[in-house]
């Protein structure tokens, strides 16, 4: 049977390209579901959906509940679900998925999507407290490998001063390079306009970041309700009390949708792609320069990196960082080739 499900299910994100993919891999039948995962608690996925055979008149979004033990699913995916709703039948291919290393000891080498089909990445910090380079390098990288675009967005600019402000964007820029940085309040407003342009055409944006940064605070103002409980941060360091305690797709008033996430302590990398190169990519475009192919910057004579530093172009502080990403990632990949190997 035929999808035509296409006006509701456009609302929801749906295109061309997902109806393809489910094509290749099914013929949904009438009285099954296709929608979208809003959240997953233990054992059980939330989705919005439509039901397959529905008049497009009589197609209205609903929210329903499937098992999803043995499924790979995370928030964002696309799932074809049987009619008794007992199982889910299919998981479209993610166009774009946000993956970093799981966290528990016994699962170190897993990898956790935090979201799936996402179109933008909203990395938000907080300028109540000082700018965090190392951790935005990370950030940066995870965001460049899902597929989708990264976006700055300092939070808080009620709380400080303008030249703060200024200070703050500045250092900010120039570690994310070329990637926009957008200063707002979600207290008073400012700014959010223009964070709203990035929801137009139905966009899926990924709101992540420390706890406390006021991700939660965001997505409210975004969406003009108070859906997402949000918490005071701690007066001592300023850190915030991880409220928010699962990912959460959230639908924004007029098109498009914010996937609130709930605060990581430490951002650790998955990846397969070339996040590094993009979120360096001047160490990477000054390397070329390097005297020797593989260069390792350290102590090669005409090392371009090298001259960089000396001359205060690029700062120690940045390549030390870039260098223990390269390693981090080249140790997961031989942890893989293992776990293949014992397979
Ligand atoms: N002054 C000011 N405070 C803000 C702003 N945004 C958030 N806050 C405050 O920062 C604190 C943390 O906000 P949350 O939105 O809960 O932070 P979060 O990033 O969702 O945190 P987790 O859910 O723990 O990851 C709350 O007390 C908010 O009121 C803002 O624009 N200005
Ligand atoms: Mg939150
Ligand atoms: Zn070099």
């Known amino acids: 049977m035929k999808v035509i499900v296409r006006n509701a299910l456009s609302e929801l994100g749906?295109?061309?390209?997902?109806?393809?993919?489910?094509?290749?891999?099914?013929?949904?039948?009438?009285?099954?579901?296709?929608?979208?995962?809003?959240?997953?608690?233990?054992?059980?996925?939330?989705?919005?959906?439509?039901?397959?055979?529905?008049?497009?008149?009589?197609?209205?979004?609903?929210?329903?509940?499937?098992?999803?033990?043995?499924?790979d699913v995370a928030v964002g995916d696309w799932i074809m679900?049987?009619?008794?709703?007992?199982?889910?039948?299919?998981?479209i291919p993610r166009q774009s998925r946000l993956?970093?290393?799981?966290?528990?000891?016994?699962?170190?080498?897993?990898?956790?999507?935090?979201?799936?089909?996402?179109?933008?990445?909203?990395?938000?910090?907080?300028?109540d407290t000082p700018p965090n380079e190392r951790r935005?390098?990370?950030?940066?990288?995870?965001?460049?490998?899902?597929g989708?675009?990264?976006?700055?967005?300092?939070?808080?600019?009620?709380?400080?001063?303008?030249?703060?402000?200024?200070e703050t964007r500045e250092i900010v820029t120039a570690t994310s390079l070329g990637v926009p940085v957008h200063v707002v309040s979600s207290l008073t407003g400012d700014g959010l306009q223009v964070l709203r342009d990035y929801t137009r055409g139905g966009a899926t944006i990924?709101?992540?970041?420390?706890?406390?940064?006021?991700?939660?605070?965001?997505?409210n103002a975004l969406t003009g309700t108070d859906s997402q409980p949000t918490g005071e941060i701690?007066?001592?360091?300023?850190?915030?009390?991880?409220?928010?305690?699962?990912?959460?797709?959230?639908?924004?008033?007029?098109?498009?949708?914010?996937?609130?996430t709930p605060g990581v302590r430490a951002v650790s990398l998955w990846t397969s792609g070339h996040g590094i190169e993009r979120a360096f990519a001047d160490i990477f475009s000054l390397a070329e320069q390097c005297k020797f192919r593989d260069c390792k910057h350290e102590t090669e004579p005409r090392c371009a990196v090298q001259a960089a530093i000396t001359s205060g172009q690029i700062d120690t502080a940045?390549?030390?960082?870039?260098?223990?990403l390269v390693a981090e990632e080249a140790a997961l990949e031989d942890e893989q080739k293992r776990g293949e190997r014992n397979r």
Do not use: Y
């Open 14 to 71: 749906w295109n061309e390209t997902f109806a393809r993919a489910l094509d290749k891999l099914c013929t949904p039948s009438a009285g099954q579901l296709i929608g979208r995962v809003k959240r997953i608690d233990r054992g059980w996925s939330t989705f919005l959906c439509v039901i397959v055979g529905d008049a497009p008149e009589e197609q209205q979004l609903r929210e329903c509940r499937v098992r999803n033990i043995g499924a």
């Open 81 to 91: 679900v049987a009619d008794d709703l007992e199982r889910i039948v299919v998981v």
């Open 99 to 127: 993956v970093r290393r799981a966290s528990s000891d016994s699962l170190r080498f897993e990898a956790q999507t935090i979201a799936a089909n996402i179109d933008v990445v909203f990395l938000v910090h907080g300028l």
């Open 136 to 146: 935005l390098e990370r950030e940066l990288v995870l965001a460049f490998d899902s």
């Open 148 to 166: 989708a675009r990264p976006v700055v967005v300092l939070t808080k600019s009620d709380s400080v001063t303008a030249t703060e402000v200024a």
């Open 206 to 219: 990924a709101v992540l970041g420390a706890s406390g940064v006021g991700k939660s605070t965001l997505v």
């Open 234 to 260: 701690r007066e001592g360091d300023k850190r915030g009390r991880h409220t928010t305690t699962a990912v959460d797709l959230v639908r924004l008033p007029k098109a498009g949708w914010l996937i609130d």
């Open 318 to 324: 940045r390549l030390d960082s870039m260098a223990r």
